[in-house]
């Protein structure tokens, strides 16, 4: 497989001579983007009728707005390196892709017909349908991740790829062997890949054990994830969320809130139930700008991943922590990105279009021989068009862009 022309480093990577985006803007900073982008609870008003319809045509506008994206979708399944390498295409410079690690790398069981086929078939079915990473032969381990690693190597070779997050169950709980689990993980990953690690148990967090887990990912180069989920939520199944039940308190879970590498920090907010809830109030935003400074990494950014899907509640929130943290630690994305030229198809201007019709029906050259009354048909028509074309470049320049 070939090797990637730069390091991983993304808020280091390299540009094009013709950007004028400096990576290094972004370190210590605020840089906003959802946990995926394709459902359709995902669709953001930014969006035109065309550019909603799919993930794909979706992306370059959404890359506008914000500075990465979270690709869930790896989770349940091996990408297409063709697709993957769209996705990269349709991104400006300076833009990076969290990647959630598959699946059955993380779960206990996954279930079989997720695995990429010629996979599938190296390995032994069970009646259950389901089997484990440990189950697997080397064979079938190693060809899992040749699969895996060819998927993110269009990110990687751009320079575009921030991290693979491998996300441990709430089941998976505090163990020598989890923790041998994630370094032979890494192992497995393309050389300088870096790794954030998240432990929905939350015993690898808290207390002493905390300090240790945060002690140990330091020590290996892990960036250890901070996630922000309520209680309720998270021991109610993602499709089966009904609320907070009666008589139950409204409680965040704690979480472990700490820098643990140079190149970044991340932290991951999941709001799962209801419309108006999923909109941090003032309080919620409050508490994460003023644990900023635990998270600000040496020479990188900090990632704030929005898993709060209801209409435009990802860019309420990115847009209130931007307030409430001020400008030390907020970085506009959008402000600046004629500094990252856009792949999103703009729209012309009512004045352009208009503009663009008038010539379109301006009528054909005149015989030379014409008679005098044609001529001066003509020479009032050029006049009337003339004042019109002037009129509508005038409202062309006040249009917004």
């Not at 879970?253 to 799962?272: A, F, K, N, Q, Y």
């Not at 729209?347 to 009354?373: G, H, M, N, Q, Y």
Request: hydrophobic share 35%; aromatic share 8%; glycine share 6%.
């Amino acid at each position: 497989m070939r090797a990637p022309t730069s390091s991983a480093d993304a808020t280091d990577a390299s540009t094009s001579s013709a950007s004028r985006f400096d990576p290094s803007s972004l370190h210590g900073r605020l840089v906003h983007g959802t946990c995926g982008w394709a459902a359709a609870s995902q669709r953001l008003s930014i969006y035109t009728s065309a550019e909603a319809q799919t993930g794909e045509s979706r992306l370059p506008r959404y890359a506008e707005r914000f500075g990465f994206v979270e690709i869930d979708s790896t989770t349940y399944a091996v990408p297409n390196p063709d697709v993957v390498r769209r996705w990269v295409e349709a991104t400006p410079d300076g833009f990076v892709f969290v990647v959630k690690a598959f699946g059955g790398f993380c779960a206990s069981t996954v279930d079989a017909r997720s695995l990429p086929r010629d996979v599938r078939e190296a390995t032994t079915s069970t009646p259950s349908g389901r089997l484990s990473y440990a189950s697997m032969s080397s064979r079938a381990k190693s060809m899992l991740w040749d699969r895996f690693n060819e998927a993110l190597a269009p990110i990687r070779d751009a320079g575009k790829l921030g991290c693979v997050v491998f996300q441990f169950h709430l089941s998976q709980g505090v163990s020598e062997t989890l923790k041998a689990h994630v370094l032979e993980c890494r192992s497995r990953l393309l050389d300088g890949t870096r790794v954030a690690v998240e432990f929905r148990d939350r015993a690898w967090l808290e207390g002493d054990v905390g300090d240790a887990t945060a002690r140990w990912c330091r020590e290996h180069d892990l960036c250890l994830v901070c996630a922000d989920e309520l209680e309720h939520e998270t021991f109610q199944r993602d499709r089966d969320q009904r609320g907070l039940p009666p008589g139950a308190t409204r409680r965040r879970m704690p979480t472990r809130i700490e820098s643990t590498v140079e190149w970044g920090s991340l932290v991951r907010v999941h709001r799962r139930h209801g419309t108006t809830e999923r909109v941090l109030d003032e309080e919620e935003i409050a508490f994460w700008a003023a644990n900023l400074d635990a998270l600000r990494p040496a020479r990188g950014p900090i990632w704030f991943a929005w898993g709060t899907e209801w209409r435009d509640a990802p860019l309420q929130n990115a847009r209130a922590l931007d307030t409430a943290a001020g400008d030390a630690w907020s970085y506009d994305w959008y402000g600046t990105r004629r500094l990252r030229p856009s792949r999103a198809k703009t729209k012309p201007s009512a004045a352009e279009s208009a503009i663009a019709s008038l010539f379109a029906r301006a009528p054909p050259p005149r015989p030379r021989d014409a008679s005098a009354s044609s001529s001066s048909s003509i020479r009032a028509t050029n006049a009337s068009s003339s004042r019109t074309i002037a009129d509508l470049w005038a409202r062309a320049s006040r249009d917004p862009t």
